[in-house]
């Protein structure tokens, strides 16, 4: 009997979640890892003026902490997910089947993805109802750069899959995406406090834009809608090119 994409995408994730909850490590970092991280940023921040920024240490954290759980729940999971499933031959099987490849690497990611959406309303209704923070000025912009993190940081992981030859050297492969962006990107340290020319090179990097957008959505201020036009537009550029990379070397057979 013939099945639908949703038929396909909705077993391949059954069957990645059986595997996500039995490996006790990919679970621990995508669960507690990011309430860790929020606690980490929040201390950091306490130490920076954040005046000139225009928001408190706990409004720079629990923003920043939406895009640092975004790359410990999507980019660091898949990474090894994709790289464990290659070696294991499964990616290599499940191309023979009735999947296309994107469904193959989509379901794969469903998981992390339902995941990753799910921690990011947890945070937010932390933030409102526990710690005294304000509603999300602009919905839209929150949500809308929620998902253009997640579709960026699948299409990064399989870029970063094609680079890793097993799975233990994924901690090696993806920690420059997972360090440029804690420290480039906003979320350590906004970009309003850096001089101007670090800051506009910061602009570039791939989660900048996803950054700016999640702090816009939830805390409102002065951006002006030509800043959230590049913000959005340099997400798509890194998306783009993450895809494009995906479908040029991602590799469905074991790294010999």
Do not use: H
């Amino acid at each position: 009997m013939a099945t639908t994409t949703t038929d396909r995408l909705a077993a391949l994730g059954r069957a990645e979640l059986t595997l996500l909850v039995r490996n006790r490590y990919a679970l621990f970092t995508a669960l507690l890892m990011p309430l860790l991280m929020v606690g980490v940023l929040r201390s950091s921040l306490n130490q920076v003026d954040l005046d000139e920024a225009g928001m408190s240490a706990l409004e720079a954290a629990m923003s920043g902490g939406i895009v640092m759980m975004l790359i410990l729940v999507v980019y660091l999971n898949l990474v090894s997910a994709y790289v464990a499933r290659r070696e294991e031959l499964v990616l290599k099987r499940l191309r023979t089947g009735e999947a296309s490849d994107r469904e193959v690497l989509l379901g794969t990611a469903l998981p992390a993805v339902v995941l990753a959406v799910a921690q990011s309303v947890l945070i937010v209704v932390a933030g409102v109802a526990f710690l005294g923070m304000g509603a999300p000025r602009r919905p839209e912009l929150l949500v809308g750069g929620v998902l253009a993190g997640v579709v960026m940081l699948i299409a990064l992981a399989g870029a970063t899959a094609a680079l890793t030859r097993t799975v233990e050297s994924a901690q090696i492969t993806t920690m420059p995406l997972f360090l440029v962006s804690a420290m480039g990107s906003g979320l350590f340290v906004p970009l309003e406090i850096l001089p101007d020319t670090v800051s506009s090179v910061c602009e570039l990097l791939p989660l900048t834009g996803v950054m700016t957008l999640v702090r816009a959505g939830w805390l409102g201020g002065g951006s002006g809608a030509g800043e959230l036009a590049g913000a959005a537009l340099t997400a798509v550029a890194w998306t783009v090119i993450s895809v494009f990379a995906v479908q040029r070397w991602f590799r469905w057979e074991p790294r010999r």
